[in-house]
């Protein structure tokens, strides 16, 4: 199959393209509005671009119903210039999914799926309590292109349980996080549980001692 994209229809293109770039991490991002109110939604075009300086990047439709209004995410980081991510794992996968419903701005999502807060070290935005990692994020840039916002955030601060680092690097102990990813849009994910496998990068001097 080949798909021009020029002749396309948008749900094609969303279908093909997020079951191909995968498995894909989850930023599952809490934010406030001017006023206070609180947010929560998971968003899966996201990764880290950059760690000198910490740059992550999330990509961010405007709501279907309506080409010109934003999800409550974007408008709220537009608006505070802050946000969350916390690390989606296992444990807390059909909270996050809970938090995708589209549930009215006034609606806090936490609530919904039985959440609570904890403060952030630096931002104003919480982090969700329950879960075992998250990213402080300042705005650093937000683009818009056609229906959508490519938001950059600047990480300020890194929370993660003690029980999750090894401190020798420090490393996230990626074995027992049991972080998730998204596949396509069937609702597919993969468990990170039993996918591990290692293999160190080779430095040219084992490679020319005809280590590989
Ligand atoms: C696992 C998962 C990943 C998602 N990824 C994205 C994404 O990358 N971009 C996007 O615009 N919506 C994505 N969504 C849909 C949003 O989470 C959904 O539209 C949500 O209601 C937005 O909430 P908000 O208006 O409170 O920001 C995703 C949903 C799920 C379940």
Redesign the pocket.
């Given at each position: 199959m080949n798909v021009d994209i020029e002749k396309a229809k948008g749900r094609e293109v969303y279908n093909l393209l997020i079951g191909l770039v995968a498995p894909r991490p989850?930023a599952w991002v809490t934010t406030m509005s001017e006023d206070g109110r609180l947010?929560a939604?998971?968003?899966?075009?996201?990764n880290y671009v950059c760690t000198d300086p910490p740059i992550v990047a999330m990509?961010?439709?405007n709501r279907p119903d309506d080409i010109f209004v934003p999800?409550?995410?974007a408008r709220n980081i537009r608006r505070t210039g802050e946000f969350v991510i916390n690390v989606v794992t296992e444990d807390l996968m059909s909270q996050?999914?809970i938090c995708?419903?589209?549930f009215p701005p006034e609606v806090n999502?936490l609530e919904m799926a039985g959440l609570t807060t904890a403060p952030s070290s630096v931002v104003k935005v919480p982090r969700i309590q329950q879960a075992h990692a998250a990213l402080e994020c300042v705005e650093h840039t937000t683009m818009e292109i056609g229906r959508s916002r490519i938001i950059l955030g600047r990480v300020v601060s890194i929370y993660v349980e003690d029980q999750f680092i090894d401190p020798a690097g420090p490393y996230v102990r990626a074995e027992e996080l049991h972080a998730i990813g998204?596949m396509n849009g069937l609702g597919s994910y993969v468990r990170t549980r039993d996918a591990l496998l290692t293999m160190p990068r080779i430095s040219y001097d084992e490679w020319k001692a005809g280590k590989r």
């Open positions: 989850i947010n939604a998971p968003f899966s075009a996201y990509g961010v439709t999800k409550d995410t996050m999914n995708a419903t589209d999502e998204r």
